[in-house]
């Protein structure tokens, strides 16, 4: 036989707040499911929203989310971390892309690329080796995203080499970033591959990095101390 309560006014009083408190929790929960739902709606193909939805609990979002507070550039990480996913479904791949495109024009798309392609955690890398405090790191990050093409070039099938040259030159000779960036991906790759040494020669204020692979071309300038 259970033990009553000496206070039954308190009894309910506590199943009610229990009550209250799990309907909340509930419902916070289901409005939070709306809220990315909406925010997803663009991409339309049900399969595409469920896969950038997954991308919420991988390691490298829930890195990001504690340095990047802007909710747009989040949302855009964690795209471009599913463009990275849908390489080997190159239909799919287009179809966000030119989904990117239309939501958020050009910046939007080249923060999604960044993202997909591994330069955000490269860049994040370099950046970590001279940090200082935290909020560096935090506003080092949003700089980027916010300003992609102040400091980085995206080469595109198509260019040649002494376009890409003048380009470069003329981005970093404007905006001095501290970390300047250029990337291409398959013909685009061989085409910053034909004005690599060029640019290392006219760059030379900036130490340079390269991170190639068959398919992928990235090339890092950070600027000298």
């Known amino acids: 036989m259970g033990v009553s309560s000496n206070n039954p006014v308190s009894d309910v009083a506590e199943g009610a707040t229990k009550a209250f408190l799990e309907w909340s929790v509930d419902k916070i929960s289901s409005l939070v499911q709306r809220l990315k739902e909406r925010k997803l709606a663009f991409i339309q193909e049900r399969k595409t929203i ?8 991988s390691g490298e979002a829930k ?55 591994g330069i955000l ?21 949003e700089e980027v995203l916010k300003n992609i093409e102040k400091h980085a070039l995206f080469v595109k099938v198509g260019s ?19 970390i300047f960036i250029i990337s291409g991906f398959k013909d ?22 390269r991170f190639s692979s068959n398919d992928k071309e990235t090339l890092f300038f950070k600027r000298k101390l």
Not at 165 to 176: D, E, N, P, R, Y
């Open 160 to 178: 040649n080499p002494q376009e890409i040259i003048k380009k470069a030159t003329t981005l970093v000779h404007t905006h001095v970033p501290h």
């Open 188 to 209: 685009a790759a061989d085409i910053i591959r034909k004005c690599r040494e060029k640019l290392q020669m006219i760059l030379d204020e900036y130490k340079f990095e």
């Open 50 to 57: 469920d896969l950038v939805k997954e991308q919420y609990n």
């Open 121 to 141: 955690n490269k860049y994040v890398g370099i950046l970590i080796e001279e940090l200082a405090a935290v909020e560096e790191l935090e506003k080092s990050i």
């Open 63 to 117: 890195f990001y989310k504690i340095y990047v507070k802007d909710k747009e550039l989040l949302l855009l990480i964690r795209i471009g971390l599913t463009l990275r996913k849908l390489e080997d479904d190159q239909e799919r791949l287009h179809n966000l892309r030119d989904k990117i495109f239309r939501k958020y024009k050009v910046r939007g798309l080249h923060v999604a690329e960044f993202v997909q392609n």
